[in-house]
């Protein structure tokens, strides 16, 4: 059964922006953080963004000021607004999610690709 489902990705030109959303099943419930992480061919997973309960955000590094992260934890969604791609964008986008007891949850994955 599949968690997490995510949607949007594809393939953008450098500097342009695409949109990805997160939808967690009915049967997670408690939820206190939702999220995105990226992994490259032969790097290692990394913070894009998360959100909290509380509506706290982090972003990382790489991403600041380019990728907005909103949701509704309540709601069990989250979007991850990219603009201003670069290249180095590229990567397999995944969806986190964890309850308050620290069962953490991962999406399938969605690819990303920033090329002319």
């Known amino acids: 059964q599949v968690q997490l489902v995510e949607s949007g990705g594809g393939l953008a030109q450098p500097g342009g922006s695409l949109r990805l959303s997160c939808t967690a099943s009915?049967?997670?419930?408690?939820?206190?953080?939702m999220g995105w992480y990226r992994q490259a061919p032969g790097n290692q997973r990394e913070l894009v963004a998360v959100t909290t309960r509380g509506a706290n955000t982090n972003y990382g590094n790489a991403v600041q000021g380019r990728f907005t992260i909103s949701g509704d934890i309540a709601k069990k969604t989250v979007d991850l607004q990219m603009n201003s791609l670069k290249a180095e964008d590229t990567a397999v986008y995944y969806c986190?999610?964890?309850?308050?007891?620290?069962?953490?949850?991962w999406g399938q994955g969605t690819q990303v690709t920033v090329s002319s």
């Open positions: 009915e049967v997670i419930v408690a939820l206190n953080f």
């Open positions: 986190s999610a964890k309850t308050v007891w620290g069962t953490e949850y």
